[in-house]
């Protein structure tokens, strides 16, 4: 091939459209005429059966393809019935966030208009921060209540909706109508209505129809108000302020930031004519953690998170502007991960002996790091008969498992009882910042929490209070702790002995500091301060019984219940800890993947590699062969060279029987792709040589 005219062909300095794909054209098969129709397909699967053959292909089988179809739909339903149960606690969450701020919202709606307001424009300011969404649920729930009630509706105006002021208006004369009547309403609106045709962005249209309608509230909600143009939005809402008498405006302004930055960006004419009220939506981290308390401390839960699932999740939370839907997505993909790839979840849906791949799932169970370090256990306790029951009877293995996957169940709900319980009583003894559930509950997982300084200063405080805090703090202790605890006879006692205290001062125990007297001796004409108990009272005395029980009946709950979850038989089932899909999914690393690929195809393609062993082959795709000859270039690439290896590939794998034209369109293709990449682009120096612009692994 002239290399002269493979330069001109290429062009690489004059071409505007480098990354414009390449097509290889195929003229069609003989045999059919152009306009013949093609022949008649049979149907071969009713409507019906199309749903349940697709949830079958849901899951695919697991343990080397070997676990039955009767496992894998149990999974997938498994799956199905207990995210929807966690789905709707989620929804009551995040309607009960909503439901103050909304009830303030409505009522300010209702309650206000241009009268009330001094002839200015009755203007609601909400606050989200960085909870954008609640803005959208809190307009959608308005919306509803207001629609419901017959007194008007929500108008939502977005900030790449209002390119200027006809758009604008247009924009919100549509959603308005389009609110009750449809688009095909809106259209016979336009079209039925008497009298001169209207242009789309005159207000008479929405005059009319908020006469026709009765319409009371007009509420227009500029979700995304610090986007708009302030000169844009001065001329809509002077615009609003003149049709006021005719039109019952209500503008609700979402804001990110604060009302003073925003107010300050306006201008004065534009703020003169607004009044109304501040509104402040929760921030998603709250909801954030409400969220995962329910979903962890669930009394009912059969599945968890571990802690480098939650560790992601929450470092994404706090790094970014995560909202609770958000949030809600990152767990629903744990949980999918889970029972897609984890054969045991098949015992988290109470299965049926005969629906189990016993053999196989029994192999798996055996390979377990927590069945080799349940069987230590059994041979330190002396019981080898057992450990041989487990490694010869699967019947015996699998009665087994679900027994200590319900055991574990019940101690990982217990786990984030105690964290429950600790977060109460952390509201009480802690002073400055509080430990949210969140916190604590990345420390129970770990097994550390019980070790923990927060632990050991949390009832060291416990010990210092008087009857008037410890009172609110036996009251404040979660009825989910355990009968043993013998808490009642605690607030029972502690109940009579406050009663019975005639003093107006509280009790104090004798760790209390105003308990201990600073005594002073002279010693070789040296002053010496010593500390000492003080003369307690009787009922002092029993004070510090009633503080010393509760102290050692909560060490001792503490020391039982927070083990470490991953010392459980079984945990592999209801605890899923695998850091990878949440990470590669939630923070995935594009560079590294596509490397990956194209210096290693295979990898990806189901395929096998070239036989002969060579790394750069024929079978491969073009692009991945252009890309791994890139690698071994220098900084400038030399085009006649890069084209000369890359048809040497196909001469030495394929002979003679390949087509030149057929190669050349396969190198433009895969040219475009490596700069479409942005691994290559035209060098200035030479004008026939491509410069690298990527290096692998940087």
């Not at 890309?627 to 030399?638: D, I, P, R, T, W």
Request: net charge negative; proline share 5%.
């Amino acid at each position: 091939m002239d290399p002269e005219g493979l330069e001109d062909a290429l062009d690489l300095s004059r071409d505007r459209a480098q990354n414009q794909g390449v097509y290889i054209y195929q003229p069609a098969k003989p045999g059919k005429a152009t306009g013949e129709r093609p022949s008649k397909r049979r149907k071969v699967s009713s409507t019906d059966n199309r749903g349940t053959k697709s949830d079958v292909q849901c899951f695919v089988p697991l343990l080397n393809g070997e676990e039955n179809a009767e496992s894998a739909q149990l999974r997938f339903e498994t799956y199905k019935q207990l995210w929807s149960t966690q789905e709707d606690k989620i929804q009551a969450i995040l309607e009960d966030v909503d439901a103050g701020v909304l009830a303030d919202v409505l009522s300010f709606v209702r309650d206000n208009s241009p009268e009330t307001c001094n002839g200015c424009i009755p203007t609601g300011l909400v606050t989200v921060g960085s909870n954008v969404s609640s803005l959208t649920r809190l307009l959608s729930r308005l919306n509803d209540q207001l629609s419901t009630s017959g007194e008007g509706g929500v108008v939502v105006l977005e900030s790449g909706d209002a390119p200027n002021l006809k758009t604008s208006l247009k924009n919100i004369i549509r959603a308005a109508i389009t609110n009750t009547e449809g688009n095909d309403g809106y259209q016979k609106f336009l079209t039925d209505r008497a009298g001169p045709r209207l242009l789309g962005y005159d207000l008479d249209l929405l005059n009319d129809y908020v006469q026709r309608k009765g319409t009371k509230k007009l509420v227009l909600a500029l979700r995304d108000s610090e986007a708009f143009d302030p000169g844009l939005l001065m001329d809509l809402l002077s615009l609003f302020k003149s049709w006021l008498d005719r039109i019952p405006f209500t503008v609700l302004l979402g804001i990110s930031t604060s009302v003073e930055l925003f107010e300050g960006r306006l201008p004065r004419a534009c703020v003169s004519l607004l009044q109304g009220k501040h509104f402040e939506v929760q921030e998603a981290g709250n909801c954030v953690d409400r969220i995962y308390e329910s979903l962890q401390a669930d009394p009912h839960g059969k599945l968890w998170l571990g802690r480098n699932v939650t560790s992601t999740l929450l470092e994404k939370t706090h790094d970014y502007f995560q909202t609770p839907e958000a949030f809600s997505r990152m767990v629903k993909y744990a949980y999918m991960s889970h029972f897609f790839s984890n054969p045991l979840s098949v015992l988290l849906g109470s299965p049926a002996p005969a629906t189990l791949s016993q053999p196989r799932l029994c192999e798996a169970i055996r390979n377990l790091p927590s069945f080799r370090m349940f069987c230590e256990d059994l041979l330190e306790a002396g019981s080898p008969d057992d450990v041989r029951n487990l490694l010869e009877n699967d019947e015996y293995l699998l009665q087994e498992a679900l027994n200590h996957i319900s055991a574990g169940q019940q101690s990982m709900q217990q786990i984030f009882h105690a964290v429950v319980a600790i977060h109460g009583c952390l509201q009480h003894t802690q002073s400055a910042k509080k430990t949210n559930v969140s916190d604590l509950s990345v420390r129970a997982l770990s097994g550390e929490l019980n070790e923990s300084q927060v632990v050991d200063d949390m009832l060291a405080t416990v010990r210092t209070f008087d009857s008037g805090k410890l009172g609110p703090l036996l009251e404040s202790l979660p009825k989910t702790l355990p009968p043993e605890l013998a808490l009642d006879e605690i607030r029972t006692d502690f109940a009579a002995l406050v009663d019975a205290n005639t003093d107006s001062a509280p009790l104090r125990s004798e760790y209390n500091i105003n308990s201990s007297v600073v005594k002073t001796t002279v010693v070789q004409q040296r002053i010496l301060l010593s500390k000492g108990k003080a003369n307690l009272s009787e009922q002092d005395i029993e004070y510090t019984r009633i503080v010393d029980r509760l102290v050692g009946v909560l060490q001792e709950y503490l020391t039982e219940t927070l083990i470490q979850p991953q010392e459980l038989f079984m945990h592999e089932a209801f605890l899923f800890d695998l850091r990878n899909p949440m990470k590669e999914t939630f923070t995935p690393r594009p560079r590294f993947a596509l490397e990956r690929a194209l210096a290693n195809p295979f990898d990806y393609l189901i395929s096998s590699t070239d036989p002969s062993g060579a790394r750069i082959s024929a079978k491969q795709p073009a692009t991945a062969i252009l890309y791994q000859l890139y690698l071994e270039s220098g900084a400038l690439v030399n085009i006649h060279d890069l084209w000369q290896a890359f048809y040497a590939v196909f001469e030495s794998d394929q002979g003679n029987t390949f087509d030149d034209r057929m190669i050349m369109s396969l190198f433009y293709g895969a040219l475009s792709d490596l700069k479409s990449f942005g691994m290559v682009k035209n060098s200035r120096k030479k004008t026939d040589h491509l410069a690298k612009s990527a290096w692998m692994g940087l």
